[in-house]
């Protein structure tokens, strides 16, 4: 039931944080925030009496009783769907990855949204709900349910409080999921029907459908369903084309619930199902997917150096990043899975922070475009300094998150081929210009006359608070990533084992 | 007859009954309000008439068969006939305008459905056609005001006689063929037909398939249909676009599963064609449409292409599976289609009423705030028309997936696909629009705090999503029937 009631508190205190709104503009977005609190509470009170935490336990992949948590009741019994959730160190550190960053966008909320306040905070939070449901769900019919269902909230968020352009951003958004996802709905269904014809038996369960029996030409064209659906929400080359417009436009809660949560859906999709759901066809596909994730760590790079835009340009840095994760999935070895875990955390608060960053600034300018900045570091020496901190943990200085995970992920893909291992890690160099370039072009050089009439105000109190949280996370997980390894550990473990039992013997 | 036959013939009775107190009541006094009463008391009576049939399923003579799928769908038109009755109600009434041989026509159109619904032969398939679509032709024209309507029912009258003479011209092909006018009959000979003169046989089915692929407007018979939607009052398109269009595909099925029709290669290539044409010219046409009620009949030619598929699936099941899937795919299907575009259409008729400039997308925007409980209900219906979970058109869609996988249709599944990927678009710049901030803001005029129109609405809208959340307890009815 502790699954269930965390998805609830988020669901229900979205509908009172729309009500709030009556009682006054600046609630809300308090209401919120308690809310999430709360329900981070909740879920670490859960874990605290867990031994299991401590020293856990490799969860079997196909007996739910080695798993932290796990949560069964019938819901559609005529197809065999149930409301199946569970909880294992990987999905763990992404629903606290969730809770946290959420909380972060609502701070980023607070003097960002002008109109509607209960109904945006609303739609945050049922994002957030939808989100975990991705997490923990395992069950397809529900996986699916939520994958669609956190779309709608997310949705309105781009295209009531977006930019300038922001029907075209949020329309292009949604399409494009929503389009991939009826893909991985079929392919879910044809598996769902492959196992009926083997078994007798209707089941969307992940445990059922692990080892479902099947002609290798169907296992690749299913995998295939659920590859794409899962790289366009990563995204990875080619199918990243939403990306930029949908991050430009939301607004700054928006990108960070994006960039920082979201787009790791796509990730944690690959990790449990489209690869241990079909480890032949995988294994097979691996080469594919490993040029792909090349592709984009060094295209994200290029594009991202060219653009003026501020937000565009971190939204590009993202097709780079989440690049290494594709290539830490597909090499799939231990090393390599690590990195890419790392990377969905680290990267969720570099990229978040740059996001906020880039919200301030035009909330000051007015403008995302970088010409029109230059030299701000003398007016707002804190906001430079952070922005020079998140900058420099997004081109991977070591000690810092990003370098363990780029650094392992590289590592781990070595051994599987180094000639792919070294086209990526011409991202860590060109990762270094567009991020340098970033901070020349908008904190330093000379000062932009026009500006300085501006009356700029330097981040106070709430942003500091908030961006403090994320550094010390980044210094965290750089110095000392032993715990996060710690958790995703067994659970990897036990995914390897599985798959290579079948896959290489 | 027996009694016994008598009793399952009640929802017929019944609307028979009222059609005929309303002719007498508006020979004595004229009174629309006294007319409204009387055909609301009478669709309630004949909603209880077909509960009490249910004790009494059998075939009544050999014109109408009497079954429980038949009185389900007969309950589910006369909830869409009840809700286009409260539409109607102040939606067109200027000043002038007589409107107690509206509701006649109401009453004489839904028995008309009814007897198509419960159809078993060809005489009574065209009977119940002709009556519920010369009833339809009235209520289209009826306003006295407008080129619009009138218009919209001189194509449908022009177009519906071609469909009847196609389909008069099919009959008596097959009666050629097989010397059998009742389904059954007709199933049942047409094999030893088909060895002998397969053409005059398959001349002859094509022909009505092609009448009632008319009614069901699904491409290359789909002319008619934005013309007919935009021009007639909105209450009548609800009408239209559910009772008839859902009447005719029982009718359809009835004809095509009776008739053992499935067995045909020939017939099966055609109805693929039809389908995919239909979902892919539907989505693509709807996409450049800005008047909500054309894009809303270009989104059902798409629908009733999808639904085609499951009687493509039945051919393809008849050898490997049992047809429990099919007939709750259909049920499911047609029940979610129903219930979505009411609440649509129920949104249209409060908002845009007769105005045919506030049904343009533009008269839409801001809608969230200024009447939420509308905005949200045209919402859900556009999510369910989408088929996003959570909503009944997300399990229709399911069924049909299924069964496409099931029956190994890849060409119709991937028309399937494509054609929802694009309808997304369109759905989406509807609710785009109710969500505007600013912009146009149309005045409408202030309603009481919470309007019937409001409360069907609303109604409306838990129905879609309890469907769509909840559709155990239906997928339970729908397999027992």
Not at chain 2, 231 to 247: D, I, N, Q, R, Y
């Amino acid at each position: 039931m502790v699954m269930v009631n965390l998805i609830l508190i988020l669901l229900l205190g979205g509908v009172i944080a729309m009500l709030s709104e009556r009682a006054g503009e600046n609630i809300p977005r308090r209401v919120a925030l308690v809310v999430i609190m709360l329900d981070l509470a909740y879920l670490l009170s859960e874990l605290w009496g867990m031994p299991s935490l401590t020293q856990l336990q490799a969860p079997m992949p196909d007996d739910p009783s080695t798993w932290l948590m796990h949560f069964k009741a019938q819901w559609i019994p005529a197809f065999g769907i149930s409301i199946e959730l569970a909880l294992d160190g990987i999905s763990l550190l992404m629903v606290l990855l969730t809770l946290v960053l959420g909380a972060i966008a609502v701070s980023a909320s607070w003097t960002d949204i002008a109109v509607k306040h209960g109904f945006f905070e609303a739609n945050l939070l049922w994002t957030l709900a939808g989100v975990l449901g991705v997490f923990m769900a395992l069950d397809l019919f529900l996986f699916f349910l939520f994958w669609e269902v956190m779309l709608i909230p997310m949705y309105f968020m781009i295209a009531i409080w977006g930019h300038e352009n922001r029907g075209y951003a949020a329309m292009k958004f949604f399409i494009f999921t929503q389009a991939s996802g009826l893909l991985m709905l079929v392919a879910t269904l044809a598996l769902v029907k492959v196992n009926h014809s083997a078994t007798g038996q209707w089941s969307f369960s992940y445990f059922d459908l692990l080892n479902t029996p099947m002609p290798e030409q169907t296992a690749h064209w299913l995998m295939l369903g659920f590859f794409i659906a899962f790289v366009v929400k990563l995204p990875a080359f080619p199918f990243h084309t939403w990306l930029p417009d949908a991050h430009t436009q939301a607004p700054t809660a928006g990108s960070v619930i994006l960039a920082g949560i979201l787009l790791k859906t796509g990730a944690y999709g690959l990790i449990r199902f489209a690869v241990p759901l079909f480890p032949e066809a995988a294994l097979d596909f691996s080469w594919t997917a490993m040029a792909l994730g090349a592709a984009g760590v060094v295209y994200g790079a290029v594009l991202a150096f060219s653009q003026s835009d501020f937000k565009r340009l971190v939204a590009y840095s993202s097709v780079s990043h989440m690049g290494f994760v594709l290539l830490g999935v597909y090499a799939w070895n231990e090393l390599a899975l690590q990195g890419a875990v790392m990377q969905m955390v680290a990267h969720g608060f570099s990229t978040a922070a740059l996001f906020m960053i880039a919200g301030s600034l035009q909330e000051r300018l007015h403008t995302r475009d970088m010409r029109e900045m230059g030299g701000l570091w003398q007016q707002m020496p804190r906001m430079g300094a952070v922005a020079m901190f998140f900058v420099l943990a997004s081109l991977g200085l070591p000690g810092l998150g990003n370098f363990v995970a780029e650094f392992l992920v590289l590592l781990g893909l070595f051994q599987i081929s180094p000639w792919i291992t070294a086209v990526a890690a011409l991202g860590l160099i060109t990762g270094a210009i567009y991020s340098l370039i970033l901070m020349q072009k908008s904190f330093q050089g000379e000062p932009n006359p026009k500006l300085q009439d501006h009356g700029l105000v330097d981040f106070a109190g709430r942003e500091m608070l908030t961006m403090t949280v994320m550094m010390v996370a980044l210094i965290g997980l750089g110095l000392y990533p032993q715990p996060v390894l710690d958790m995703a550990q067994p659970v990897l473990q036990s995914l390897l084992e599985m798959t290579s039992v079948e896959a290489m013997p | 007859m027996n009694t016994g036959q008598l009793m399952a013939l009640m929802p017929i009775l019944m609307l028979s009954l009222t059609a005929v107190v309303l002719m007498i009541q508006a020979s004595i006094k004229r009174d629309q309000g006294l007319a409204w009463w009387i055909t609301a008391i009478g669709f309630l009576l004949t909603l209880w008439g077909a509960g009490y049939a249910r004790e009494f399923t059998q075939p009544v003579t050999m014109l109408l068969m009497v079954d429980d799928w038949g009185l389900f769908f007969t309950t589910l038109i006369l909830v869409a006939s009840l809700v286009t009755l409260i539409l109607s109600k102040d939606s067109f009434s200027p000043e002038g305008e007589r409107k107690e041989e509206y509701y006649l026509l109401l009453v004489l159109s839904v028995l008309g459905a009814v007897v198509l619904i419960q159809s078993s032969h060809m005489a009574s398939l065209l009977l119940g056609m002709e009556l519920m679509g010369v009833a339809l032709y009235g209520m289209i024209a009826f306003p006295e005001k407008g080129e619009l309507p009138l218009e919209a029912a001189i194509k449908y009258l022009v177009l519906s006689a071609c469909a009847s003479a196609m389909l008069l011209f099919g009959f008596a092909l097959i009666y050629a063929a097989t010397g059998d006018l009742s389904y059954g009959g007709m199933g049942a000979k047409a094999a030893a037909a088909f060895s002998q003169e397969p053409l005059v046989l398959m001349a002859g089915s094509a022909m009505v398939l092609a009448g009632l692929g008319f009614k069901l407007s699904v491409v290359p018979f789909h002319m008619w249909t934005p013309d007919v939607y935009q021009g007639a009052p909105t209450p009548v398109t609800g009408f239209l676009a559910t009772v008839s269009k859902g009447a005719v595909f029982v009718a359809l099925t009835r004809f095509y599963l009776d008739g053992q029709l499935y067995q045909y290669d020939s017939l099966i290539m055609a109805l693929s064609v039809v389908a995919m044409a239909s979902m892919l010219v539907g989505n693509w046409l709807a996409l450049r449409q800005d008047n909500i009620k054309r894009l809303l009949a270009y989104s059902s030619i798409a629908h009733f292409g999808y639904l085609l598929i499951v009687l493509i699936a039945l051919a393809a099941a008849q050898s490997t599976m049992s047809s429990e899937l099919i007939g709750q795919a259909i049920t499911f299907y047609l029940a979610a289609y129903i219930v979505t575009t009411l609440a649509a259409f129920t949104v249209i008729a409060n908002l845009a009423g007769e105005d045919d400039s506030k049904s343009m997308l533009s008269a839409f925007e801001g809608l969230f705030w200024r009447n939420p409980v509308q905005a949200s209900a045209l919402t859900v219906a556009m999510l369910s028309f989408a088929g996003i979970p959570l909503t009944a058109g997300f399990i229709g869609k399911f069924y049909l997936i299924m069964l496409s996988i099931q029956s190994q249709l890849w060409v119709l599944l991937g028309a399937l696909v494509l054609g929802s990927a694009i309808a997304i678009y369109y759905y989406l710049r509807i609710i785009f629009a109710m969500s505007k901030t600013s912009g146009t803001m149309i005045k409408t005029e202030s309603r009481a705090a919470l309007g019937a129109q409001d409360i069907v609405a609303a109604l409306l809208l838990l129905l879609v999503l309890a469907l769509g959340s909840w559709p155990q307890p239906f997928i339970e009815f729908a397999g027992a029937l």
